[in-house]
């Protein structure tokens, strides 16, 4: 039961937010896939700026770990 919430819960917020912007805001509703297509696009982008932020933040852990000459330094505190 839980599973069949996870994957209708987004798929209603889509129809739902499809129709509002059709019927109320006037926008044009022919080509929800572009609207998709740019959805995952910036979602693809925050990701890629997320994987860069992490590697960047491990490797100046590490780094000043070495320099430190302790290369087990917890990273919380």
């Known amino acids: 039961m839980k599973a069949i ?13 499809f129709f509002f912007g ?9 080509s929800p896939g572009a609207a998709i297509g740019k959805t995952l696009e910036s979602v693809g982008t925050t990701l890629v ?3 860069i932020n992490v590697a ?6 590490l780094d000043g770990a070495r320099l430190n ?3 087990c330094v917890s990273l919380h505190r």
């Open 49 to 51: 700026f997320l994987a």
């Open 5 to 17: 919430l996870i994957l209708a819960l987004p798929g209603l917020t889509f129809v739902g937010a």
């Open 56 to 61: 960047v933040a491990v490797i100046i852990h």
């Open 22 to 30: 059709v019927r109320r805001l006037r926008l044009s509703g022919r």
């Open 69 to 71: 000459g302790n290369l």
